[in-house]
């Protein structure tokens, strides 16, 4: 497994924007080989700034880089519009390759 994590510091007052960039946008992801599941992550707000995790997982790094160079990147990245307006700094792209996986025992 693979995950990679966006980090980003949305200004405060301005989440219910940033929310609804990410929550109305196509992402083209579902149909991509190696795609596993995205999750975007609402911090607890700071004085200035509420900081948000989009989390992406991929079956192996190789998915994940044959994703940014597909035609389904380009897509779902056409329309994207410049929203610095809404952050405190640029987001901040982490990789993480899996060492150990856990799951919940069945139930029942």
Known sequence: MFLTMNRFKVKSGREAEFETVWKTRDS???DVPG???????????????????????WTTRAAFEAWTRSEAFRAAHKDAKPQGDLYLGPPELEVFDEVQSLHAAPSG
């Open 28 to 30: 083209h992801l579902q």
């Open 35 to 57: 795609f596993v599941s995205f999750h975007l992550m609402k911090g607890e707000p700071q004085a200035d700034h509420t900081l948000y995790a989009s989390h992406t997982f």
